[in-house]
């Protein structure tokens, strides 16, 4: 296997931004990242655990939305559901509500009787279900939070960090349901109307949802998202009392930062590969994906083109035979698989079978 470096030095044409100054946010803790790369562009004490209030909830939703087949299924309400303080969506003992509305009472309304009735019928029990959530969270790799219930109300046991809730974020903009409810300024579902906590949604353009929080302990939490030019951002702010302001301000500081820049096209011809057994002496090679990464102007990637020293044919169309490596300060940020761009025959005489192979012994008997 043959291995070059080279430095990409068309970056600063695909990346045409000024590094921006970094935004002075209010939050105790804060984080900013790239949702496709995982690359954190901001943060302040994120790891630090906390309080996260209602931001809690999306855990809520997303375990819901993985155990839920049914989103007409109708749900009674039962008398320890109603028996909360906080935000609801005032449900009444006896009712019955869609699960549908239920998540939107949750994720908009932010009503904590909307997650204790979506708990028990997910799971039979609110204890099992905040089970489910911590399970959850370990699979995620949140590995600094912990569940004591499905709302947010104030629990020495319940905590977790901005970077813990980035991952969580993520996770939620990859569910088909809980992305379209978080996105939703408003909706009426049965006799209800929801109006979602969310006022990111309309002071900042690109603002594509999340969830809001608050309890006296806590204080002011917010979890974020916001799409630019294809670019996918996740904000994380826990005790934070100017939250829309730093929230506008770190997503301004990303998108300008760090653009998203496409290291990589696919069906690019990247190279040519010497071929072992046929006529046709080397076979061109192309990228079979996309690389993308956000970058400032200044940073500097470098491309690892990995290929064998040859191929041995036949070698079909689109077979992998190797793979071009993006690095950046001696990290790996992306890669591509080489595949052959075009299929090569072998041009060698077939070996001789056993038959053959003893008639070539009496050259006279031919």
């Known amino acids: 296997m043959k291995c070059f470096a080279a430095l990409l ?41 906390r309080g996260i209030a209602s931001t809690t909830k999306l855990m809520t939703a997303l375990v819901a939305a993985e155990l839920v087949t049914d989103l007409s299924a109708q749900v009674e309400v039962l008398r320890e559901d109603t028996l909360t303080e906080g935000s609801s969506m005032y449900l009444k003992v006896g009712e ?32 099992s279900f905040v089970a489910r959530m911590n399970e959850k969270a370990r699979s995620l790799g949140m590995s600094d939070t912990r569940f ?50 969310n006022k990111l949604l309309s002071l900042y353009p690109d603002c594509v949802g999340m969830k809001t929080g608050y309890t006296r302990s806590s204080g002011r939490t917010l979890v974020s998202a916001a ?11 826990l005790s934070d009392p100017d939250d ?26 990247v190279g040519l590969v010497k071929t072992s057994g046929s006529l046709i002496p080397a076979v061109p090679v192309r990228t079979a994906e996309e690389v ?18 040859d191929l041995q044919t036949p070698v079909a169309d689109d077979v ?25 025959h072998s041009d060698q005489a077939p070996e001789a079978g056993p038959l053959e192979r003893l008639w070539s012994l009496f050259p006279w008997a031919g």
């Open 244 to 269: 829309w302001k730093d929230h506008a301000a770190l997503f301004d500081y990303g998108f300008e930062t760090y653009p998203r820049c496409l290291l990589a096209s696919s069906g690019k011809t």
């Open 96 to 127: 019955t509500v869609t699960v549908e509305a239920l998540f939107y009472g949750l994720l908009l309304q932010s009503g904590n009787d909307a997650a204790l009735a979506l708990a028990r019928y997910c799971a039979g029990d609110v204890e």
């Open 320 to 344: 992998p035979v190797g793979a071009l490596v993006f690095t950046l300060n001696g990290a790996t940020i992306g890669e591509t698989s080489l595949v052959c761009a075009a299929g090569v």
């Open 9 to 49: 030095l068309a970056l600063s044409l695909l990346c045409p931004a000024a590094q921006a100054a970094e935004p002075v946010i209010s939050a105790s803790s804060a984080i900013l990242v790239d949702a496709e790369s995982g690359r954190v562009l901001y943060q302040k004490d994120a790891h630090t655990r």
């Open 292 to 309: 993308w990464y956000p970058l400032t102007e200044s940073e500097q990637v470098r491309a690892e083109l990995k290929l064998p020293d």
């Open 148 to 197: 004591a219930n499905p709302n947010g109300l104030d629990d020495e046991n319940h905590y977790s960090t901005a970077a813990d809730m980035a991952i969580l974020a993520a996770a939620c903009m990859d569910n088909e349901l809980v992305a379209k409810v978080v996105s939703t300024k408003s909706a009426t579902i049965g006799t209800r109307t929801f109006v979602n906590h």
């Open 227 to 237: 799409r630019r030019d294809g670019q996918l951002l996740l904000c994380v702010t």
